[in-house]
């Protein structure tokens, strides 16, 4: 079950947006997926039609990984309820953002694990800051995605979550790395955003994930009417399809690539 990691030390810059894109992407092609909101806003939740539709929530999972109080916490989307599921974010997970034991930071892994069997992929969208629930949800991947968006801030915060990835495998998950970065609302004729992509590209390389995404309306349009953006209409939201569609394509090749080569 692939396991990945969307994260951003900025807020802003579109990481549930993205999430929700390669959401929408894997229901599209019948993957069962789940999405776990670690971020206290909950936006991701929200979204998916999904607060206040389980009876607990993922700081309750945080609490105490058991299969019994993870299956309180999932509550399937509006979107598709056969095949999205949301272990459900809240607030009340703000309690696990300060510091946290090392030793605790498998727990979400270890929730996780109660569900392998239920899901093709799981995203799991963290806070836009390194705290413990950013630490908890890389903690439990294989792969991250750093999400970023063609703007002084947004790079110097791009090379500080790719920091992070790092600190986290040494730490505690030798088996994470990081799949790349995802540029977000990209602009077709801005000098500044082009200067930033130069920028992007001298300091990340071929981390930085193509196709890029570009800004356009219909992906808001989308998360407000609460529809996936393969389900929205216009060229639009169809160009924006095809983009989610190959960063999936992307990060499931790199999933394929973790699995031990079978001996005949």
Excluded at 55 to 77: E, T
Excluded at 104 to 133: I, N
Excluded at 166 to 192: I, M
């Amino acid at each position: 079950m692939p396991v990945l990691g969307i994260c951003s030390l900025k807020g802003g810059v579109g990481k549930t947006s993205v999430t929700l894109g390669l959401a929408s992407a894997a229901t599209a092609r019948g993957l069962r997926t789940l999405v776990v909101d670690l971020d206290p806003q909950a936006d991701s939740t929200l979204c998916l039609g999904a607060a206040g539709a389980a009876a607990q929530d993922v700081a309750a999972v945080l609490d105490n990984p058991a299969g019994y109080v993870v299956g309180s916490a999932l509550a399937a989307s509006a979107w598709d309820p056969d095949l999205l599921d949301v272990l459900v974010g809240s607030p009340e997970s703000a309690r696990h953002d300060g510091p946290t034991l090392p030793h605790r930071l498998g727990r979400l892994g270890t929730a996780l694990a109660e569900v392998q069997d239920d899901y093709d992929l799981v995203l799991v969208d963290c806070p836009p800051s390194l705290g413990g629930l950013t630490r908890h949800g890389l903690a439990s991947c294989r792969r991250a995605l750093v999400v970023t968006e063609p703007g002084l801030f947004s790079v110097t915060a791009a090379s500080r979550a790719l920091r992070a990835i790092d600190d986290v495998r040494r730490a505690v998950a030798p088996e994470l790395q990081p799949l790349g970065v995802v540029v977000n609302r990209v602009r077709a004729r801005s000098s500044e955003q082009a200067y930033r992509l130069e920028e992007l590209s001298g300091l990340f390389g071929p981390l930085v994930l193509s196709p890029m995404v570009p800004e356009r309306a219909a992906l808001q349009q989308a998360q407000g009417a609460g529809r996936a953006i393969h389900e929205w209409p216009g060229a639009g939201a169809a160009e924006l399809a095809e983009v989610f569609d190959a960063l999936l394509d992307r990060a499931l090749r790199s999933s394929a690539e973790d699995q031990p080569a079978v001996r005949a």
